[in-house]
């Protein structure tokens, strides 16, 4: 997926301006958070848990190299192939490679943040196989020829109304007089269409939400029941995952299951939790004759041993953009890349370069409530920082925003001077803006009085007030 | 004097110092009654934020060693703000993880510093202020406060001994008001959504005033109320608990014969 990260400001803007996208988000932000907050509230152990799936990603990552040989060890044996993809374009080779092989005309997908970031299906299409996404959401943004605005409700940013657009747009040979003002009527119409798109596909592509290294055993949770048509109907399935999803075993995977959907959407647990290991067997009423699975890294080993390891413990449930009132604000779409909201901001720079997606890390007020959600405790605001810390070490820090910042740093370091100065600058505003007690412009705060008055100082300094006070007080005493 | 009065150095903050002092000689009038002996160190300046924040990490460094050795010795630091206060609590030792002499001290100034309004009632044991306020008020839980520092029951608690004031809760008092330090000047169209956002709560809780306890969050707020034409009066809370609002409140205009920035109270 090409990047627009460089242009998050103006993404946002036109994001704030866009109606559609502002209902959206006003509708989102009310629902996620209170289906989570009485998730929690239901299970006393949540908190408990939260700690226990940040301790099992932890060790996950600590034995990265282990874990992941053991997982393709038990994959080979269960008769299943597995692919190392150092980066994106091996991994679209890998499963072009397959679909070629096979003869694929036509590809049902899954929903796989993966197959985003790697654009697979931009790479299959070119190559002429068709690709039908079968997540209702994934499937309303490839008819819309968007991508993704979040990471678990890809078409949050869609009203029912445009979907009801788009369907009719779309789905020509149905009736023009049907009804589809009720989301259960889009729904079916949807499910309706895909059916037979499971029944014609030749290859079936999922993501996995956990590889289980014990078992050789990949898993998907949906909430439609998509994964399951897509993995076990055609001849051949492929799992595209990224390394950091492998954990020891399935009591791991349980646990963090228990913390995964409550973070996500409130849910106890999603409508489907699939797991598969290999094959069809001779044994096996269905399933693929071929399973194969695509691991790729595409940059996440660099982040392993850095100050960005603890981001790899994400387990992508969306809580912190569904909590973070930047991502409410704008929007899925202003970061410009897969990966949006808190995790976005962390992640991104990680994967495609901070020169790209410098403005994400810096777009945050660092309110914290990301953080307080993560089911796996990562501490997004400090490693926002850290990317901050890079920009600055690198000079990718705008000028104005280092000038300013330099100036000011000289002072702070300086109290004696520093006080001198502040005392007589407040001096001067003081008087500017004692009549009215506040600017409603003023040079040199332009972003501030853009939108804002600016409050105008009392006039005098603490620091010379209590100067004062203390003279006084000594002489009385 | 008696020898269990704690000795107390107040840390300011930048905008407290600069925009609003009487907020500081509310602090040092709220401390003094909780039995607090008040010192205010000249050899302080910022946090250190600005710095932090933006990705500069020796400035910050260098501003945290300075507060650490103005406030050096004082049984307790205190500072009117959750944001400031977290910063000298929270992040000034991870400034120093590598240098254990440099670390000790970090967390030694660590260990006694609070934020004003969760000090007075956390340590100080105070239950109730004396003061009048007959507004209908509503507060905003700063991000920082909140969430680093775990106030929010505190400012409530006192705010209830008040005469005369009653409280209005805020929706969505918890979530940010798009302040965020430098952050509002870097990105003033999104911070200017999340503020419309917060004084949309605002108004819709029909309060006459808007307290919360740290200056950047109010001045952002009241600047937004202002000007939207709203006349709520926005003002710090330590400033309420001290019977201190004579003062315009934030953004207010001052009326010619009245002038008490010579002595604070």
């Known amino acids: 997926?090409?990047?627009?990260?460089?242009?998050?400001?103006?993404?946002?803007?036109?994001?704030?301006?866009?109606?559609?996208?502002?209902?959206?988000?006003?509708?989102?932000?009310?629902?996620?958070?209170?289906?989570?907050?009485?998730?929690?509230?239901?299970?006393?152990?949540?908190?408990?848990?939260?700690?226990?799936?940040?301790?099992?990603?932890?060790?996950?990552?600590?034995?990265?190299?282990?874990?992941?040989?053991r997982y393709e060890d038990k994959v080979k044996e269960t008769g299943g192939h597995v692919h190392w993809a150092p980066t994106a374009e091996d991994a679209r080779k890998a499963i072009l490679d397959i679909c070629r092989r096979v003869d694929a005309k036509t590809v049902t997908k899954g929903k796989s943040m993966i197959s985003e970031e790697i654009a697979l299906n931009d790479h299959l299409e070119q190559a002429g196989i068709?690709?039908?996404?079968?997540?209702?959401?994934?499937y309303i943004i490839q008819l819309r020829k968007e991508p993704p605005s979040h990471?678990?409700?890809?078409?949050?940013?869609?009203?029912?109304?445009?979907?009801?657009?788009?369907?009719?747009?779309?789905?020509?040979?149905?009736?023009?007089?049907?009804?589809?003002?009720?989301?259960?009527?889009?729904?079916n119409e949807a499910r309706q269409i895909l059916r037979q798109r499971y029944l014609d596909a030749d290859v079936g592509i999922t993501g996995a939400n956990f590889l289980i290294a014990e078992?050789?055993?990949?898993?998907?949770?949906?909430?439609?029941?998509?994964?399951?048509?897509?993995?076990?109907?055609?001849?051949?399935?492929?799992?595209?995952?990224?390394?950091?999803?492998?954990?020891?075993?399935?009591?791991?995977?349980?646990?963090?299951?228990?913390?995964?959907?409550?973070?996500?959407?409130?849910?106890?647990?999603?409508?489907?939790?699939?797991?598969?290991?290999?094959?069809?067997?001779?044994?096996?009423?269905?399933?693929?004759?071929?399973?194969?699975?695509i691991l790729l890294d595409n940059g996440r080993s660099s982040m392993l041993g850095s100050e960005f390891q603890d981001m790899l413990r994400c387990i992508r449930c969306g809580a912190c953009m569904n909590h973070c009132p930047v991502y409410h604000a704008v929007g899925g779409h202003s970061y410009g890349w897969v990966y949006p909201g808190p995790m976005g901001s962390v992640l991104t720079p990680n994967l495609i370069g901070v020169e790209e997606a410098g403005h994400l890390p810096n777009a945050s007020t660092f309110c914290g409530r990301c953080e307080s959600v993560c089911p796996v405790r990562i501490p997004l605001p400090k490693m926002m920082r850290h990317w901050r810390e890079r920009e600055f070490e690198r000079h990718l820090t705008p000028k104005s925003v280092r000038g300013g910042l330099g100036i000011?740093?000289?002072?702070?370091?300086?109290?004696?001077?520093?006080?001198?100065?502040?005392?007589?600058?407040?001096?001067?505003?003081?008087?500017?803006?004692?009549?009215?007690?506040?600017?409603?412009?003023?040079?040199?705060?332009?972003?501030?009085?853009?939108?804002?008055?600016?409050?105008?100082?009392?006039?005098?300094?603490?620091?010379?007030?209590?100067?004062?006070?203390?003279?006084?007080?000594?002489?009385?005493? | 004097m008696s020898k269990s009065e704690p000795r107390v150095g107040l840390f300011v903050t930048c905008l407290v110092d600069l925009f609003r002092p009487s907020v500081g000689f509310a602090a040092v009038k709220l401390l003094e009654a909780a039995g607090c002996r008040v010192e205010v160190p000249a050899q302080q300046t910022c946090c250190g934020q600005p710095a932090y924040n933006s990705g500069d990490r020796a400035d910050t460094r260098a501003i945290a060693l300075q507060v650490i050795e103005a406030f050096k010795g004082f049984d307790y630091v205190v500072a009117p703000s959750g944001s400031c206060a977290a910063m000298l609590k929270k992040?000034?030792?991870?400034?120093?993880?590598?240098?254990?002499?440099?670390?000790?001290?970090?967390?030694?100034?660590?260990?006694?510093?609070?934020?004003?309004?969760?000090?007075?009632?956390?340590?100080?044991?105070?239950?109730?202020?004396?003061?009048?306020?007959?507004?209908?008020?509503?507060?905003?839980?700063?991000?920082?406060?909140?969430?680093?520092?775990?106030?929010?029951?505190?400012?409530r608690k006192l705010?209830?001994?008040?005469?005369?004031?009653?409280?209005?809760?805020?929706?969505?008092?918890d979530i940010c008001c798009g302040f965020g330090g430098t952050?509002?000047?870097?990105?003033?169209?999104?911070?200017?959504?999340?503020?419309?956002?917060?004084?949309?709560?605002?108004?819709?809780?029909?309060?006459?005033?808007?307290?919360?306890?740290?200056?950047?969050?109010?001045?952002n707020m009241a600047g937004k109320l202002q000007r939207n034409g709203s006349g709520i009066q926005v003002r710090h809370v330590a400033e309420v608990l001290a019977g201190m609002t004579d003062e315009p409140a934030i953004g207010g205009s001052i009326t010619p014969d009245h002038d008490v920035r010579d002595g604070g109270n």
Not at chain 1, 156 to 181: M, N, Y
Not at chain 1, 449 to 477: C, I, M, V
Not at chain 2, 185 to 198: A, G
Request: charged share 25%; aromatic share 6%.
């Open chain 1, 1 to 69: 997926m090409q990047s627009t990260s460089h242009n998050f400001k103006d993404n946002a803007r036109r994001a704030i301006a866009d109606p559609n996208i502002q209902a959206a988000m006003a509708k989102m932000k009310v629902g996620f958070t209170g289906k989570r907050l009485a998730a929690a509230a239901r299970l006393p152990e949540f908190e408990a848990l939260r700690d226990a799936a940040r301790d099992i990603k932890n060790h996950s990552l600590a034995n990265l190299d282990f874990y992941l040989e």
């Open chain 1, 130 to 138: 068709k690709v039908v996404e079968t997540d209702l959401g994934e």
């Open chain 1, 151 to 187: 990471i678990i409700a890809p078409a949050v940013h869609v009203s029912k109304e445009q979907v009801e657009a788009d369907f009719r747009a779309q789905h020509q040979h149905l009736p023009a007089g049907r009804s589809l003002s009720e989301p259960t009527d889009l729904v």
């Open chain 1, 215 to 293: 078992t050789g055993t990949s898993i998907i949770v949906t909430n439609e029941g998509n994964g399951d048509l897509t993995q076990s109907l055609p001849r051949v399935h492929i799992v595209i995952a990224s390394i950091e999803k492998v954990v020891p075993n399935l009591e791991d995977a349980s646990t963090i299951l228990r913390v995964l959907a409550r973070s996500a959407t409130g849910q106890e647990f999603s409508a489907y939790t699939t797991l598969s290991t290999g094959p069809r067997r001779p044994e096996d009423p269905d399933g693929p004759e071929e399973y194969h699975v």
């Open chain 1, 408 to 477: 000011w740093a000289f002072l702070a370091r300086r109290p004696a001077l520093y006080q001198r100065l502040t005392g007589l600058g407040i001096g001067v505003l003081g008087i500017l803006g004692r009549r009215r007690g506040r600017f409603k412009s003023l040079p040199f705060a332009g972003g501030w009085t853009k939108y804002r008055d600016l409050p105008a100082p009392q006039g005098k300094t603490f620091q010379q007030l209590w100067a004062k006070q203390q003279k006084t007080r000594s002489t009385t005493k």
């Open chain 2, 91 to 155: 992040h000034y030792p991870t400034l120093f993880e590598t240098q254990p002499g440099l670390l000790a001290r970090a967390e030694d100034l660590s260990s006694r510093t609070y934020e004003l309004v969760s000090f007075l009632t956390d340590v100080m044991q105070l239950s109730n202020v004396e003061a009048t306020f007959p507004q209908t008020v509503t507060y905003h839980d700063s991000c920082s406060g909140l969430r680093e520092l775990g106030v929010r029951d505190q400012p």
């Open chain 2, 159 to 173: 705010l209830s001994s008040i005469n005369d004031l009653s409280l209005e809760e805020l929706s969505d008092a």
């Open chain 2, 183 to 219: 952050f509002c000047v870097k990105y003033p169209d999104i911070s200017n959504t999340m503020v419309s956002s917060k004084t949309g709560n605002i108004e819709a809780t029909g309060a006459t005033t808007l307290l919360a306890g740290d200056l950047g969050c109010l001045m």
